[in-house]
């Protein structure tokens, strides 16, 4: 959808984040078409992009939640998607998060460790329930992605080996606390090569087969991750045909359902952030557009020199080399380095596609700059989703401690 963020800029000022609503839909059902020969759950992950009313407008597809903290769980109950679609994930989860998770009674807690394992049975014991698990395995595939974001091999923090994996259903199956239902792994993000996330999932699905037939342990759901890449600058992407295929090809003749956490995938590509021109400067032979928006409001430029298609606005001559940063107090504050970009004047409006994931989730107050405004378009219609911070939100759990 062609989006007029010049009428935006005007009626929202800026900087701002937009999303396509009927893009978030559409990738959604991508997905969800891919796996239709199945029973399957796409549980999308909040932690992409977890606007209240990004997570209901995917809820209202049908959309579960992967949530990597009991805000996050709330996040999704409160952006009412049910609590039978919602997986609870990560590292280190708190006995409170781990209780409070019981109490909401969601689908399952993803199990990343032997230790987390017992404090899980031990809170469920304590609130005399039986806590749904699954085990999130690491089978030590190189996913081929940014170090940062890889997460399938041994010397990341993620899961257990297969090995660990199984003791632990033998341990929850005997456990009374417990119900092992559900297998989980995830690789990384950004992936844009189909063969690690197949080496994967036939290990994951052997185990499977190995755990019924040998232990007579039969789990219900099969959580491939997320991990799916997308195009922010000229990536080959994984066709989403063939990999739902692979994962029905690795899973032939097991009855189970097959889950899906996307968080990139559905809405990466929604987002754009939008910024305008303060000045331009040159230092030395170096020529710099300084522009309102920073790293505090989207970081993966400088967090991971992630590439973000930066276009100058209705202007197209007098083309050259620059960097294109903002007014944080750090050299690494920038969009991008080295592009070529028209002369702009104060006031252009410059866009940052490919935004809509890790975006507005990952940003700070940092220099105590106030969170930027998030704008939502559906049908064509636009509307604030969420308003953009004043000085008061940001001194406001300060305040009252001033002596
Ligand atoms: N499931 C689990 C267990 C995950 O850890 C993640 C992402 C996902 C699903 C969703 O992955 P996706 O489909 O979005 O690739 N901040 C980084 C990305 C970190 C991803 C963390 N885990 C970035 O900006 O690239």
């Not at 549980?43 to 939640?65: D, I, P, T």
């Not at 280190?92 to 230790?115: F, H, P, Q, R």
């Not at 341990?171 to 995830?186: M, Q, S, T, V, W």
């Amino acid at each position: 959808m062609a989006i007029n963020f010049k009428e935006l800029s005007k009626k929202y000022q800026t900087p701002y984040y937009v999303y396509d609503f009927d893009y978030i839909s559409k990738q959604y059902n991508e997905l969800k078409e891919a796996f239709k020969a199945r029973k399957s759950l796409i549980s999308y992950a909040v932690k992409a992009n977890s606007n209240l009313s990004v997570v209901k407008h995917l809820g209202q597809q049908g959309s579960g939640a992967d949530c990597v903290s009991i805000g996050e769980v709330k996040r999704a109950l409160k952006a009412e998607i049910p609590k039978y679609k919602i997986i609870f994930s990560g590292v280190g989860k708190t006995d409170d998060e781990i209780k409070e998770a019981l109490e909401l009674d969601i689908l399952m807690i993803n199990v990343e460790s032997e230790a987390e394992l017992h404090r899980v049975a031990l809170v469920a014991q304590g609130l005399e329930k039986i806590a749904r698990i699954s085990i999130r395995v690491n089978p030590n595939v190189d996913p081929k992605t940014h170090p940062y974001i890889s997460t399938g091999l041994h010397e990341n923090k993620f899961g257990v080996d297969l090995n660990t994996a199984k003791r632990l259903y033998i341990y929850a199956k005997n456990n009374d606390n417990l119900e092992p239902i559900g297998i989980h792994c995830h690789i990384g993000s950004q992936l844009t090569e189909l063969a690690p996330i197949k080496e994967s999932v036939n290990i994951v699905a052997d185990l499977v087969r190995n755990l019924k037939s040998g232990l007579n342990i039969e789990l219900s759901f099969f959580d491939v991750g997320g991990g799916l890449g997308i195009v922010y600058d000229d990536e080959t992407l994984i066709d989403t045909y063939e990999y739902a295929q692979t994962v029905l090809d690795a899973l032939f003749g097991i009855d189970i359902t097959i889950v899906c956490e996307p968080g990139r995938f559905i809405v990466g590509n929604s987002g754009t952030f939008v910024t305008k021109v303060l000045y331009e400067k040159i230092n030395g032979s170096k020529r710099f557009v300084i522009v309102d928006g920073a790293m505090n409001d989207l970081l993966r430029p400088s967090l991971y020199d992630a590439y973000h298609k930066v276009e100058v606005l209705e202007k197209t001559e007098d083309i050259s080399d620059c960097n294109v940063v903002g007014p944080v107090c750090e050299s690494g504050d920038f969009f991008a380095k080295n592009i070529s970009l028209p002369a702009t004047k104060h006031n252009d409006l410059i866009a940052i596609y490919s935004a809509g994931a890790y975006g507005f989730t990952m940003a700070s107050n940092y220099n105590t700059r106030g969170r930027v405004a998030e704008i939502a378009l559906e049908n064509g219609e636009d509307r604030l989703i969420r308003r953009r911070e004043t000085f008061e939100d940001l001194i406001a759990h300060e305040e009252e401690y001033l002596k």
